[in-house]
């Protein structure tokens, strides 16, 4: 057996392997990451496709203690990756899958493509997904997904990156053997090239279409202008969310953040960007994100849309929301319309009433309830109160 650490997904792993294990193996059995398929073992068909330092790898056949020190990326760890998810929207819209066991290698060598090509010349796109196997769709549906997502993020301005991030030749990941071979001290001294960075900005974050959509509505007592202002600062913004936090210095187009859920046992811990759009002549704005949970494997996209209307004169503001999401994994099991409806009140009121604090200037109001969890089994009691009150209310009244 060989002690072998790894990065996987971006979560730091130890473990004690045999010399014949296969990385695909290692994945799916003892890491249960089991979106890494297995299909012809040989390293032909392309199921097993990962990224190992950001770069495509059959883990069919590498041996995981090769991977010692290495980066490794399964499709698991691409929930809120922004191409992945273009990519995502783009299969279905296309039909570019039906019985789905290629679709994880499929995306992931389809990713790479995105990022290197600078044209989506149809030749160079069906020579890039060669490698990769599925007996179903025929590949016309896949071929034109790739296609659009390349041709939209070069409209975008997003330029290619040339080898895909690629500075050294040879085997991916062939940097990273540093295992216990090695004398005592060698261990992590080898060089390895940098993984490349994900390419951020406020356009790579794409639209779509949400599954549900509901409205909100409240009123504050200052005008317009004011909450125009305030609406413009992400970092006051934030503070005044229930359990919501910044994880990098935002722009004006573009936050990075968390918000933690706890829903009676089940807590959530959703990381993610978004992109903010305004429009001061209409006194409107929209919000779009895109965020993930890696303990409950459950994935989010959203889209707020607010319009600031004057009120008593111009000297208050209401505020209109339409509120868009759409919700995979298991929190998705749970997670019913008119339950979605409640919560989505009740965190809309306690965000109405930290922003009427913030403009009075009771910043430690704010403060103070703006880092509290969202805490949803509080917030079912408080609607299930409720409902109970107005049932036995309607009850009387017949």
Not at 95 to 105: D, E, K
Not at 241 to 260: C, F, K, N, Y
């Amino acid at each position: 057996m060989t002690m072998i650490g790894l990065t996987v997904n971006a979560r730091p792993v130890e473990a004690s392997v045999e010399p014949r294990t296969h990385l695909a193996d290692f994945l799916r059995d003892n890491l249960d990451l089991t979106g890494t398929h297995l299909g012809c073992e040989h390293g032909v068909c392309g199921a097993c496709t990962l990224l190992i330092d950001g770069m495509p790898a059959r883990s069919c056949i590498t041996y995981a203690v090769a991977c010692d020190g290495a980066k490794v990326t399964t499709i698991e760890g691409l929930d809120d990756d922004e191409i992945t998810a273009e990519l995502r929207a783009a299969f279905t819209r296309e039909h570019a899958l039906q019985c789905g066991y290629c679709t994880p290698g499929m995306l992931i060598s389809a990713r790479d493509l995105v990022l290197r090509l600078a044209e989506p010349d149809e030749r160079s796109v069906r020579a890039g997904l060669s490698g990769n196997l599925c007996r179903c769709t025929g590949y016309v549906g896949i071929v034109r997904a790739v296609r659009a997502v390349i041709e939209q993020r070069r409209r975008r301005g997003i330029a290619p990156v040339a080898g895909g991030g690629r500075q050294t030749l040879g085997p991916v990941g062939s940097g990273n053997a540093t295992n216990s071979a090695q004398p005592d001290g060698a261990r992590g001294t080898t060089a390895k090239p940098e993984a490349p960075q994900p390419m951020s900005g406020a356009s790579a974050i794409p639209d779509f279409t949400p599954a549900k959509t509901f409205g909100e509505t409240f009123t504050v007592p200052y005008p317009p202008d004011k909450v125009f202002d305030m609406l413009g600062d992400v970092r006051q913004v934030a503070a005044c969310l229930p359990g919501a936090s910044l994880t990098d210095m935002p722009t004006p187009e573009r936050v990075e953040g968390a918000i933690r859920v706890k829903l009676g046992p089940i807590s959530a811990d959703f990381r993610g960007a978004a992109r903010i759009e305004r429009d001061v002549d209409t006194l409107s704005g929209r919000i779009v994100g895109i965020g993930s949970d890696q303990r409950s494997r459950s994935s989010t996209q959203g889209e707020i849309r607010y319009r600031l209307v004057p009120s008593e004169q111009g000297a208050a503001t209401r505020v209109e929301l339409s509120i868009g999401y759409s919700l995979k994994g298991m929190l998705a099991q749970i997670a019913r319309d008119g339950l979605v409806r409640d919560l989505a009140a009740r965190l809309t009121a306690d965000f109405a009433r930290n922003l009427d604090r913030h403009l009075s200037g009771d910043q430690t109001a704010v403060i103070t309830e703006g880092r509290q969890e969202l805490n949803g089994m509080t917030m079912l009691i408080d609607i299930l109160r409720k409902r109970v009150s107005t049932a036995i209310r309607r009850f009387l009244a017949r």
